[in-house]
């Protein structure tokens, strides 16, 4: 009988939870179910997910940043079409592939600095793997230097460079020599580098965990000082490049910072085939491929297939001919002025982190009395709670899908597809006033749900303490 993959969803859907808790993984499963995130997906194009009652959904959390064109591009999806109908073979293996080589010219017009070369991967992680290796070969030293709350990918290496502990615990001892410093902290990131031991400093332009846009200032400094101690600057892009920030890449925002490696991916392929990219100097490039027998000393099976190459360069287009980059910035100025303008009239909400379509929402200690009660009975209960009576409401009541911006930080980031439509914007505005209007009340119904989240939050935390003590 010939493969029915519609049969196969049709058949599953709805009992896609139990069957992914017995064979996959079920603790994420008992997350999905306690936040509302079970829902039964049948549809997704541009910015929307319908489910299968036929409700629509806005999807602003575009899988953690994959959806920067939206879903089923039409662009993207043709030229996989044509490389799917096409007989050129991909994957010969011992071959240069011809997609690739145009990619790799297209993606080296678009970064700052004489970046020539691309290394071409299958994920973000692995991008910045390749980082971490290219700047040991070019420098001869074994450590790096990367900030706190920092997130680079979770293989070894990358999570060696992760700044938050809960995602290392458990895996430790990561690479050896690696020192994270505090975003803005210049003496000790000098006294680190005056060792003379650091291949390279990693850093996000704008940090996903907690939407922290790092300044110009800053960011020059730490160049001169990279510069003086011949440390390498790794600038990860993976979530705010490709346009995400309005910007090719979040970097160009500042004059005269060229880092030396450049990572990408996400967005790169325009969500549909896993892709991800080290871009550098030949220089660099020939420190690592440095004799004939290491011509392919650093490489990967799956580099370099067609259909992300033509993905790649589809996004590419995308980007280009339906102009967004001014879309970004315009789009993310009216999210901009809409929540500004909201922070005067709630306790909770304090602000806005915003460039291009790399958005997060800040919220805080309220002022008056019952309400700081409130913000203090859920920070007690759990810090990574007050968030969730953000998101949980966004999905139930508005079915917007966000996420809560890092650990224990009360930050909702939202990352919508650079495409949309103002009506869009209008529609989480919307959303958000309402959950605001309604998380004002306390006590109230808004709260209630989020006690009951709470309880789930103290069992995880009674058993993590528990597991520290056997
Ligand atoms: C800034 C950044 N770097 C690296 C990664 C890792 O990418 P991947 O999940 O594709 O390994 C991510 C993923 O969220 C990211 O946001």
Redesign the pocket.
């Known amino acids: 009988m010939p493969l029915d993959i519609n049969a196969i969803l049709a058949e599953t859907s709805g009992k896609n939870f139990d069957l992914f808790e017995k064979h996959v993984n079920p603790v994420f499963v008992k997350v999905l179910r306690i936040i509302g995130f079970n829902r039964s997906w049948v549809r997704g194009e541009g910015a929307y997910l319908w489910d299968k009652n036929g409700t629509r959904y806005l999807d602003f959390l575009a899988n ?2 994959v959806f920067t064109f939206g879903r089923r591009h039409p662009t993207i999806r043709g030229a996989l079409q044509q490389v799917l109908d096409s007989d050129f073979p991909g994957w010969v293996g011992f071959d240069a592939p011809p997609l690739a080589a145009v990619l790799a010219r297209e993606l080296t017009k678009r970064v700052p600095g004489n970046l020539d070369t691309v290394y071409f991967c299958n ?4 991008a ?1 793997e390749a980082a971490i290796k290219f700047s040991r070969a070019a420098t001869g030293r074994p450590c790096t230097v990367h900030l706190t709350k920092s ?4 293989t070894t290496g ?1 999570l060696s460079l992760n700044g938050e502990a809960s995602f290392r615990r458990g895996f430790e001892p990561l690479l050896p020599g690696n020192s994270a410093i505090a975003p803005g902290d210049l003496e000790g990131l000098e006294a680190r580098l005056a060792r003379r031991d650091v291949a390279a400093f990693v850093f ?1 332009p704008i940090q ?1 965990k907690g939407v922290n846009i790092l300044s110009d200032e800053y960011l020059l400094s730490v160049q001169n000082l990279c510069r003086k101690y011949k440390t390498l600057m790794i600038c ?1 892009e ?2 705010s490049g490709m346009g995400r920030s309005g910007r090719f890449l979040a970097c160009q925002w500042i004059d005269g910072l060229q880092p030396d490696i450049i990572c990408l ?2 967005a790169l392929s325009g969500g549909y085939v896993p892709l ?1 990219a080290t871009i550098t100097r030949r220089a660099i490039y020939d420190c690592v491929y440095d004799s004939m027998d290491r011509a392919i000393v650093h490489a990967c099976t799956f580099g370099m297939g067609n259909l992300a190459m033509a993905a790649g360069l589809a996004a590419l287009t995308v980007l280009d001919d339906e102009n967004l980059l001014t879309r970004a910035n315009e789009t993310g100025a009216r999210f901009r002025q809409g929540i500004e303008a909201m922070v005067p009239r709630f306790e909770f909400l304090k602000g806005v982190r915003q460039r291009g379509l790399m958005i997060g929402i800040e919220f805080g200690k309220p002022d008056s009395m019952s309400l700081k009660a409130a913000w203090a009975m859920v920070n007690k209960i759990d810090e990574n709670l007050f968030a969730q009576a953000i998101v949980i409401p966004l999905l139930d009541d508005h079915h917007i899908l966000t996420q809560v911006a890092g650990h224990a930080v009360p930050i909702v980031k939202i990352l919508p597809p650079l495409n949309i439509q103002d009506t869009d914007v209008d529609w989480f505005l919307g959303a958000l006033e309402d959950v605001m209007v309604k998380l004002h009340k306390f006590p109230g119904p808004a709260w209630e749900v989020l006690m009951k989240i709470g309880g789930h939050a103290l069992t995880a935390k009674q058993r993590e303490n528990r597991s520290a003590i056997t």
């Open positions: 953690w940043g994920s973000g992680t692995e910045i997130f680079h990918g979770l990358a996000e996903g990860d993976i979530q991916s996400k991800g």
